[in-house]
């Protein structure tokens, strides 16, 4: 069978994607599960994070986010049988693309999928689900009453971390990247029919005339947002197109509040002296957002799996309604992970027919 992997070449811009030949395992472990796989999400492939952690090969298998149904499990599966509906990720360390046919998967990397909730659903959600969870719950310790400032709203990842936030009583603001985003954001809604928004208030950073930090700190009186959760930081003056209207740290660090909690995407952060003091001086944490780590220990792994099942239960109710374009065939699959890639759009969905 056929999957999508990463040729690596000298450089990350030097990358290529490929349909390659592949093979899955006729023997299953004893924890493994075999999955016809229905649907698999296209997300940003970081290539430096493999390289980190010694994970480099000529080919790197693309798209981790699957959901299918069960074909086979191995003799000590316990939450699985033959023909249940399930949806997880790929560990970091696969070796199959999520665009083969079928995998095979260690059961504790599943969840069982809600009857009601679509395959696009679930593949298109489930990373961002998490991701959400972990920034929102996990690092910044989120609460009813608190005020939450979502960078770059309208992304997979920021639609469901606010949808997420409002469920739990949290205002949210959030930024807007275009006039598009704006409009998108101002009519987002917990559900059909309900007038009220789900964002307090839209800060369309796309226009030169208005300025983040004072519109968070004139929705907040002056106190400052209790949670940032970002999309990147624009790290120095010349900085590419794309990444303009991204804020800068100093601004993030002005606008949090007294012991607020700043989660970054930033993975190249550096803090000056002054900006720690000011995160000193407000008693403020500052967390990177890196949701790889809940397979880095197994002691972590109820905790991984309990989010999961949450995550698809809230996407079976409508609390979390993910934003997806129309999911392509498998033969468009390179041309979306290219798009995926550069930045060209958020994510792809592959449905295989």
Same mark, same amino acid.
């Given at each position: $069978?056929?999957?999508?992997? #990463?040729?690596?070449?000298?450089?990350?811009?030097?990358?290529?994607?490929?349909? =390659?030949?592949?093979?899955?395992?006729?023997?299953?472990?004893?924890?493994?599960?075999?999955?016809?796989?229905?649907? #698999?999400?296209?997300?940003?492939?970081?290539?430096?994070?493999?390289?980190?952690?010694?994970? =480099?090969?000529? %080919?790197?298998?693309?798209?981790?986010?699957?959901?299918? &149904?069960?074909?086979?499990?191995?003799?000590?599966?316990?939450?699985? *049988?033959?023909?249940?509906?399930?949806?997880?990720i790929l560990p970091l360390d696969t070796e199959m693309s999520g665009l083969c046919d079928?995998?095979?998967?260690?059961?504790?990397?599943?969840?069982?999928?809600?009857?009601?909730?679509?395959?696009?659903?679930?593949?298109?959600?489930?990373?961002?689900?998490?991701?959400?969870?972990?920034?929102?719950?996990?690092?910044?310790? $989120?609460?009813?009453?608190?005020?939450?400032?979502?960078?770059?709203?309208?992304?997979?990842?920021?639609?469901?971390?606010? =949808?997420?936030?409002?469920?739990?009583?949290?205002?949210?603001?959030?930024?807007?990247?275009?006039?598009?985003? *704006?409009?998108?954001?101002?009519?987002?809604?917990?559900?059909?029919?309900?007038?009220?928004?789900l964002v307090a208030r839209v800060i369309g950073v796309w226009d030169a005339k208005v300025?983040?930090?004072?519109? #968070?700190?004139?929705?907040?009186?002056?106190?400052?947002?209790?949670?940032? $959760?970002?999309?990147?930081?624009?790290?120095?003056?010349?900085?590419?197109?794309?990444?303009?209207?991204?804020?800068?740290?100093?601004?993030? &660090?002005?606008?949090?509040?007294?012991?607020?909690?700043?989660?970054?995407?930033? *993975?190249?952060?550096?803090?000056?002296?002054?900006?720690?003091?000011?995160?000193?001086?407000?008693?403020?944490?500052?967390?990177?957002?890196?949701?790889?780590?809940?397979?880095?220990?197994?002691?972590?792994?109820?905790?991984?799996?309990?989010?999961?099942?949450?995550?698809?239960?809230?996407?079976?109710?409508?609390? %979390?309604?993910?934003?997806?374009?129309?999911?392509?065939?498998?033969?468009?699959?390179?041309?979306?992970?290219?798009?995926?890639?550069?930045?060209?759009?958020?994510?792809?969905?592959?449905?295989?027919?």
């Amino acid at each position: $069978m056929k999957g999508l992997y #990463c040729k690596l070449g000298e450089t990350a811009a030097e990358a290529k994607f490929v349909i =390659q030949e592949t093979n899955v395992p006729s023997a299953l472990g004893s924890n493994q599960v075999k999955v016809q796989v229905k649907a #698999c999400a296209l997300s940003p492939l970081d290539i430096k994070l493999h390289g980190d952690l010694k994970l =480099q090969t000529d %080919l790197v298998p693309v798209g981790r986010e699957v959901v299918g &149904i069960v074909l086979q499990v191995g003799p000590k599966v316990t939450f699985f *049988q033959p023909d249940d509906e399930v949806v997880g990720i790929l560990p970091l360390d696969t070796e199959m693309s999520g665009l083969c046919d079928a995998v095979v998967i260690n059961e504790h990397d599943l969840v069982q999928k809600p009857e009601k909730l679509s395959w696009v659903e679930a593949a298109g959600a489930i990373r961002d689900g998490l991701r959400a969870y972990t920034a929102l719950h996990t690092l910044a310790r $989120m609460a009813s009453g608190h005020t939450l400032l979502v960078l770059d709203g309208a992304s997979p990842l920021g639609v469901l971390a606010i =949808q997420l936030a409002h469920y739990h009583g949290v205002k949210v603001l959030a930024s807007a990247l275009s006039s598009e985003d *704006q409009k998108f954001l101002e009519e987002l809604r917990p559900s059909v029919g309900v007038r009220e928004s789900l964002v307090a208030r839209v800060i369309g950073v796309w226009d030169a005339k208005v300025d983040l930090v004072d519109s #968070c700190l004139e929705e907040t009186g002056g106190l400052g947002v209790d949670i940032v $959760m970002d999309s990147g930081v624009s790290l120095h003056e010349e900085e590419p197109e794309a990444r303009r209207l991204l804020p800068y740290k100093h601004d993030i &660090i002005t606008l949090l509040g007294v012991g607020g909690h700043w989660v970054t995407t930033e *993975q190249n952060l550096q803090l000056d002296p002054p900006d720690s003091r000011s995160l000193f001086l407000k008693a403020a944490s500052l967390s990177f957002l890196n949701e790889e780590v809940w397979g880095a220990s197994s002691a972590r792994q109820g905790r991984y799996l309990h989010i999961m099942k949450d995550i698809v239960e809230k996407l079976s109710t409508g609390t %979390l309604r993910p934003q997806l374009e129309d999911p392509v065939p498998l033969y468009d699959a390179i041309v979306s992970m290219e798009m995926v890639q550069k930045k060209q759009v958020r994510k792809r969905l592959v449905i295989q027919l």
